[in-house]
């Protein structure tokens, strides 16, 4: 079955941009709340609500994405068990949280 949602793609930070606070927390995927909260529209005080609103791709011509897969809540920072890089691509985050 293909369902066709809303994403918006979010950015990774690097020397010129601090991006949506995206980061790699062991090589795993992880999300920086209050710098993620500058850009989208989200209440943080449930976190349950928003840990099932990101996806994940590797490849940016694929119009298939994936469910990122929810490890732990810490110091304002969302983890995922879903790897920052697969072999030598990096992550293609997406949400379906609305933009500020």
């Known amino acids: 079955m293909n369902n066709k949602i809303e994403l918006y793609e979010l950015h990774h930070s690097d020397a010129d941009n601090v991006g949506n606070g995206i980061w790699m927390n062991y090589n795993k995927v992880a999300i920086h709340l209050p710098q993620f909260k500058k850009s989208f529209n989200i209440n943080i005080s449930n976190i349950n609500n928003i840990v099932n609103s990101f996806y994940i791709s590797y490849n940016e011509h694929d119009n298939c994405v994936d469910l990122m ?3 732990y809540y810490n ?6 068990t879903n790897n920052y890089y697969s072999f030598c691509k990096k992550a293609n985050i997406y949400t379906t ?4």
């Open 97 to 100: 949280i609305l933009p500020l």
């Open 69 to 71: 897969n929810f490890d």
């Open 75 to 80: 110091l304002k920072d969302i983890v995922f």
